[in-house]
């Protein structure tokens, strides 16, 4: 009986989960040349594939509340409410959104790598130190030393950097 009331609905789904499968495999693929290309670690690449797995799974989400016939005026009213409450938590730690955003920001665009040695030109504590790992939240840079620096990515977008040598890293040794 439920087959035969949601025959058409059922079938659509089947198509996008099919659709959202090809989209997740090509998204991932993409994601992983362009980190191997500019030789981001393994970590980073996961990471990303993450988040993009988490909106293309929030997108399908809203695409089967349509095929299964919610008004666009009640889908507003829930998505608006969710982010309402949602914005409102967020702010709250506005600062940890905003280390996130900047890391996926780093993953395709910010032009150190992993084993770089730099120079962070900030007035109130500048850093020369090389890079040993690109988290989510935070750079974990190494100084000569030896002192482990975590430094946050959305002040590292917001900060002049210079690059003062490749691949320092294996002068100083493994730190992990």
Do not use: C
């Not at 989209?23 to 994601?31: N, V």
């Not at 504590?125 to 946050?152: C, K, M, N, W």
């Amino acid at each position: 009986m439920f087959l035969k009331t949601y025959q058409p609905e059922l079938i659509n789904t089947a198509i996008v989960v099919v659709i959202f499968i090809i989209i997740r495999i090509i998204g991932k693929i993409a994601i992983r040349k362009i980190g191997q290309k500019s030789t981001i670690n393994d970590a980073r690449i996961k990471l990303i594939s993450r988040y993009y797995t988490v909106t293309l799974f929030l997108i399908f989400l809203f695409v089967e509340a349509f095929i299964f016939g919610a008004e666009y005026d009640n889908i507003s009213v829930v998505f608006s409410s969710v982010f309402a409450v949602i914005g409102v938590a967020l702010f709250a730690i506005w600062s940890i959104l905003s280390n996130v955003t900047s890391g996926v920001i780093m993953f395709f665009s910010f032009p150190y790598k992993v084993g770089d040695k730099i120079k962070i030109h900030d007035k109130d504590y500048p850093i020369v130190a090389v890079i040993e790992d690109i988290r989510a939240f935070q750079l974990h840079l190494r100084e000569d030393s030896g002192d482990l620096v975590t430094y946050p990515n959305n002040l590292i977008l917001q900060k002049a950097v210079t690059l003062v040598e490749k691949d320092a890293i294996e002068d100083f040794g493994d730190f992990n």
